[in-house]
Nanobody, 124 residues
Framework: QVQLVESGGGWVRAGASLRLSCAAS????????MGWFRQAPGKEREFVVG????????FYGDSMKGRVAMSRDNDKNLVDLQMNSLKPEDTAVYYC?????????????????WGQGTEVTVSS
């Protein structure tokens, strides 16, 4: 059974850092590009950052560029998202996703597998 399980969300104050993790099971992420998206209440799902299957290429969305870093450990089937200098507008549910083709890594509709999300709340 394919699963992506995010963890690490929570409540933080503005300016803080937070690290999210995503554990994959039922498939090997080494064959997949991996991405992080977020969705705030009433808004569309938004691309945050993605890393190619090889780890050689990283792609950033506009909203958090310069404040996020994504890492992947293909041996452990894990990806992480380090978020720094968090702002109240970063409040959202954050999702990990896997893309098994050469489709647009920034497009949510292209992804094959999704986690259930982990909620991040940033207070001012």
């Amino acid at each position: 059974q394919v699963q992506l399980v995010e963890s690490g969300g929570g409540w933080v104050r503005a300016g803080a850092s937070l690290r999210l993790s995503c554990a994959a099971s039922g498939f090997n992420i080494e064959n997949y590009h991996m991405g992080w998206f977020r969705q705030a209440p009433g808004k569309e799902r938004e691309f945050v950052v993605g890393v190619s299957y090889s780890g050689m290429h990283t792609f950033y969305g506009d909203s958090m560029k310069g404040r996020v870093a994504m890492s992947r450990d293909n041996d452990k089937n894990l990806v992480d998202l380090q978020m720094n200098s968090l702002k109240p507008e970063d409040t959202a549910v954050y999702y990990c996703a896997a893309l098994g083709s050469f489709a647009n890594i920034k497009s949510a509709s292209a992804y094959d597998y999704w986690g259930q999300g982990t909620e991040v709340t940033v207070s001012s």
